[in-house]
T-cell receptor, first 115, second 113 residues
Framework: DVKVTQSSRYLVKRTGEKVFLECVQD?????MFWYRQDPGLGLRLIYF???????EKGDIPEGYSVSREKKERFSLILESASTNQTSMYLC??????????????FGPGTRLLVL | TQLLEQSPQFLSIQEGENLTVYCNSS?????LQWYRQEPGEGPVLLVT?????EVKKLKRLTFQFGDARKDSSLHITAAQPGDTGLYLC?????????????FGQGTILTVHP
């Protein structure tokens, strides 16, 4: 069974703090993704990575950065948290695209509140 | 940027009723997936459709991919309280997209006993 774990289920931070969200997958997947989920907006892609040390911006990268030093681990960094970054953050992983049927496996999410 | 419009946003029905959720776009997708998410959990894949006109059935759930691969629908027959959850459609563009998906806004389904 694929397992994607996220470092925290709930997080409360102050405006201006640096925030690290960590994601680990155990299925040797090449692709990893960070999304934020807000009511009525679905899932929006922040960043994704298709290999170690490789990253590409998604649809809403502003205010975020990422790090992928090891294949199994993908970190999302909020350099200076702001209240509009209060959200549910979901990490996902998948095999390298090629067949058009790749499943994304999601972690349980981190609910971040920025005060 | 490709967009997927999902409707309705909310559905509240009684056990035993039928329902359909729609997912529409002006863009063509190489494949389309449906995910279901329960409170406190991440989305879980239900089905992937890849061929225009394709119909897939999963027990009481029927998924259809439009002929032009721009839209999809999810039909649930005789809904049960266990079907309650957030349903998300997600489309994958062709080419070197590294498996990126575009998600619809989601449909929150509540089935009352």
């Amino acid at each position: 069974d694929v397992k994607v774990t996220q470092s925290s289920r709930y997080l409360v931070k102050r405006t201006g703090e640096k925030v690290f969200l960590e994601c680990v997958q155990d299925m040797d997947h090449e692709n990893m993704f960070w999304y934020r989920q807000d009511p009525g907006l679905g899932l929006r892609l922040i960043y994704f990575s298709y290999d170690v040390k490789m990253k590409e911006k998604g649809d809403i990268p502003e205010g975020y950065s990422v790090s992928r030093e090891k294949k199994e681990r993908f970190s999302l960094i909020l350099e200076s948290a702001s209240t509009n970054q209060t959200s549910m953050y979901l990490c996902a992983s998948s095999l390298r695209a090629g067949l058009g049927k790749e499943t994304q496996y999601f972690g349980p999410g981190t609910r971040l509140l920025v005060l | 940027t490709q967009l997927l419009e999902q409707s309705p946003q909310f559905l509240s029905i009684q056990e035993g009723e039928n329902l359909t959720v729609y997912c529409n776009s002006s863009s063509v997708f190489s494949s389309l997936q449906w995910y279901r998410q329960e409170p406190g959990e991440g989305p879980v894949l239900l089905v992937t459709v890849v061929t225009g006109g394709e119909v897939k059935k999963l027990k009481r759930l029927t998924f259809q991919f439009g002929d032009a691969r721009k839209d999809s629908s999810l039909h649930i027959t005789a809904a049960q309280p266990g079907d309650t959850g957030l349903y998300l459609c997600a489309g994958r563009a062709g080419g070197t997209s590294y498996g990126k998906l575009t998600f619809g806004q989601g449909t929150i389904l509540t089935v009352h006993p």
